[in-house]
């Protein structure tokens, strides 16, 4: 469970993050998760710049009501069932998550420590966690 306090520092650094292009956010991600985990590449055929919009606008929705997670739980479940069908597996999730925290410490720069880092971490294990139960 999160705390207040990593709640907010989450928000804060996103709002932070956010200015950076959407599509670069994307480029990076996928850049890296793609370096991590080639065999992952097949399954996204959308076009980069319209997925990388997607991940910044679904972050967005879900960081946006953290402090109120039972409002987009249903919304989270419902994506984790349409990664199911896209082929997403359990252990995709640590991979996605890697590359989704080293992309924002990329981003974030000098803001970015150890505090900020667990508050992530958590936050992702908080919302993947959901999408793994959605799908187990």
Not at 3 to 22: L, S, Y
Not at 24 to 41: E, N, Q, T
Not at 42 to 58: C, E
Not at 117 to 136: D, I, N, Q
Request: with cysteine.
């Amino acid at each position: 469970m999160m705390t207040e306090r990593q709640i907010a520092i989450v928000k804060k650094t996103w709002k932070i993050f956010r200015v950076i292009d959407p599509v670069l956010i994307g480029d990076v991600f996928y850049s890296k998760l793609f370096s991590d985990a080639p065999h992952l590449k097949s399954m996204f055929t959308t076009a980069r710049p319209v997925q990388s919009k997607k991940l910044v606008d679904m972050l967005s929705l879900i960081l946006g009501r953290l402090d109120k997670m039972d409002e987009v739980t249903e919304e989270i479940r419902q994506l984790a069932l349409r990664h199911k069908g896209y082929g997403v597996k359990l252990s995709h999730y640590d991979l996605v998550g890697d590359a989704l925290i080293w992309t924002l410490q990329q981003g974030l720069g000098r803001d970015w420590n150890e505090e900020v880092a667990e508050a992530w971490k958590l936050c992702y294990e908080t919302f993947s966690g959901v999408m793994r139960k959605a799908v187990s």
